[in-house]
Every structure is written in C-alpha cells, then in structure tokens.
C-alpha cells in the first residue's frame, strides 16, 4: 500500500480540501508541504465556501452575560467564541451592532468595523447620519484589503434621542478617500418600517435587495448606478412573513406560509429579473415543531431566517428553548431543479444565559487568513455537547 507521503501533491490537496476547518489547522501542522497547501491563497477547499452560522447574545445591563458562538456545519460543532469576540466595549446600544459575511460592526456613535476572529477594530470616517438598526452590505472585499459597506435604513441616533420619521440617506463608504456617498434614500414605500428589524437584505449581483419581511415589498440598489428600482410586492400565496436571502448564483425567499394543511416554512426561489418565484420545497414539519414547545398562535413570531452560500439557517431566537435551530442545504439537480435537504442544528453549548437581543448571520472562514495572522482561531473552545 503506498503511503500518504508518496501522494502526489494534487492529490494531497483534493484529501485536504474535504476536512473541516479545525482539522485542516491541525493537518496545517504535519509537515511543510502540508502547511504550504493549506495556507497557499489558492487553496481549493470546498471548507471555504461553507458558511458558518455564527450567534451574538446580547445582555443590557451586564456585557458579562454576552456569548457568543459559532457553527461549523462540516465538523457539526458548536464553538465558543472568546469573551473578546463579544461586541467592542464601546458599544452603546446593542442597535448598532450586527454581522455579515467576514466582518462583524457598529454602526453608532462611530462606524467601526472588525474581522470576526480578529478584534482589531477600525474606525472610518463619522456616517453623515449616526443610525441604529439599519441594513448593511460589504462589498469589494476580496479585491481590496480595506472593505466597502453600504448603510440603508435604519433609525437616526443623536445622542442618546432616535428619530423614526426621517428617511435616511443610504451611505457608501469609499476606502481611498475614507468618505461617505450620499446616495437616494429608500423608496418612501418603506418608510413605516426602514428598520432592520423589519426588513431583511440580500447583495447579490451588484445590486442591494431590500424586502419587507410583513409587508413583502422589495426593491434593490444599483451600487454602481446608484439607483433603486421599482417597488414591487413579492408575496407567494399564503406567506406570513418571510426573509430574502442571496444563496450563490441564486435568490431565495424564505418564510412562514398558511397551507391547507396548516403553517409550513418554505423556500422558492426568485428570478431577480422578473421576481417571479418558483417553489424549492419545505421544512418537515416535525422538525419545525421541534423548535418550539408551545401552543401560542403567536409562537412562530420569533423565528428568524439567515444564509449565505447553498445554506439557510433557521432558528428560534427566544430564550425558552436556548435558541434550537436547524440547517437546509441546497443542491443544484439536473435540469436546473433546486433540492433541499434540512437537518437539526445540535443544542448550543451549556450554559447559555439569558439574551436581551440575539445577533445572528453567516460568514464564510478563511484558513489561509487564520493562518497569515489576520483571524485568530487559537482561544475558540471547540464544544460538542
């Protein structure tokens, strides 16, 4: 039988590109030619590309009670972030602070931004209006070291007062010049709720989508042109609530749905041309049950929806349960046909406290910046409970 050191290096790096992240770290460790594969920027592990499912907990009163974890769903294991990793000590509100894809921010009084495993946080120039709970998008971030964020919606923050009727600019940030884009505002379609807390987002394609998650209108940003679209209602027979979420190559509305059969999750998949929507297929619905253990109506209020990559996430964001949760993966078939396959997310790790506000997103991890130093893996505590 050969051994694994006279494998050729291609086909070393095809073995490697199918370990989890925490493995791969280690492996990184055997030899030379290993460590070189695995940092070397072209790397083609799949790993890469599998987003993580990462959750803030919040507490008002006492930062002491924040946690935080991460979600590796190749390994499928829980991970406790570091007290570090909690929002940066500044924080003044748990409003301003959110995550997306490599990068964890606030948003007020100063617009500070951070890698997730690396807090070092930097701050850019002031936003023109200081908001709390807006929409933002990182784009341009593989091609330049210092990222571009897009900021639309939310409330305006002076000092310690919000003013809910002022229809906010949306802000570019440009990393040459470290200034801020005025740019048109959102349509006043939505102006009874431009609040994250009422709509959810999607970048996909060059274009910024903005949806309502009750009211079910959307409309998209041109980040070049600098223009919105029309507003249009993209509501499936019998949807509830639902969030849009951009999954590679595709769009996907996620949401509650009344069938003859009673409440159901389901995912369809959006022409972003048309905003026609086709039907992906729906959560087992002993699995939706199994997040929650009440008979409430109003029980599935506080499910939230989050995906990057071919996963979505789906999970219960109160407290009574400790915030189950469960993952679909989708996966291309022949004949251009979506098939999705969903599973339970394990408990998180005990003990979990008490939340005033859960911060949830999905982020792609890198192993080449793990190991250059720019994401710090070392004090995350792997759990498996």
């Known amino acids: 039988m050969a051994q694994f050191s006279n494998l050729t290096p291609d086909l070393t790096e095809l073995i490697l590109s199918y370990l989890p992240i925490p493995t791969l770290l280690r492996a990184s460790t055997v030899c030379k030619l290993w460590y070189h594969i695995v940092s070397s920027p072209n790397f083609s592990s799949s790993t890469n590309q599998i987003p993580w499912f990462f959750l803030y907990g919040l507490h008002n009163t006492s930062s002491r009670n924040n946690q935080s974890f991460a979600f590796d769903p190749l390994s499928n294991l829980w991970f406790c972030l570091p007290t570090g990793a909690s929002p940066a000590p500044h924080l003044p509100n748990s409003s301003c602070f959110l995550g997306l894809d490599k990068f964890v921010l606030t948003t007020a009084p100063n617009f500070t931004y951070s890698r997730i495993l690396k807090r070092t946080w930097r701050s850019t120039s002031p936003l023109r209006f200081s908001r709390i709970n807006p929409l933002v998008g990182v784009f341009d971030h593989e091609s330049r070291r210092v990222p571009r964020f897009v900021v639309v919606g939310g409330v305006r923050f002076i000092g310690n007062l919000v003013d809910i009727e ?93 069938t003859p059969v009673g409440l159901s999750f389901n995912l369809w998949k959006i022409d972003e041309k048309t905003m026609e929507f086709s039907s992906i297929g729906a959560m087992p619905r002993d699995l939706l049950y199994s997040l929650f253990d009440s008979d409430d109506d109003d029980k599935f209020a506080s499910l939230k929806c989050v995906g990057l990559g071919n996963l979505i996430y789906v999970f219960n964001e109160d407290y009574h349960k400790k915030y189950p949760a469960c993952v679909c993966e989708i996966v291309d078939e022949s004949g251009g046909d979506d098939k999705c396959g969903w599973r339970r997310v394990p408990p998180l790790p005990s003990p979990v406290n008490k939340f005033h506000k859960v911060i949830s997103f999905c982020s792609t991890i890198s192993v080449h910046n793990i190991l250059r130093g720019e994401e710090d893996f070392d004090q995350i505590q792997m759990r498996a409970d």
Not at 168 to 175: F, G
Not at 245 to 256: E, N, S, T, Y
């Open 166 to 258: 002022d229809r906010l600019a949306v802000e570019i940030y440009d990393p040459d010049s470290d200034s801020w884009q005025i740019c048109p505002p959102l349509p006043s379609d939505f102006r009874s709720g431009n609040s994250s807390q009422s709509l959810s987002s999607a970048l996909f394609k060059g274009r910024f989508y903005v949806f309502g998650i009750y009211s079910c209108f959307v409309s998209s940003f041109d980040l070049i042109q600098h223009q919105w679209s029309d507003v249009l209602i993209l509501r499936p027979p019998g949807v509830v609530f639902s969030f849009l979420i951009a999954c590679q190559d595709r769009l996907i509305l996620a949401g509650m749905c009344n």
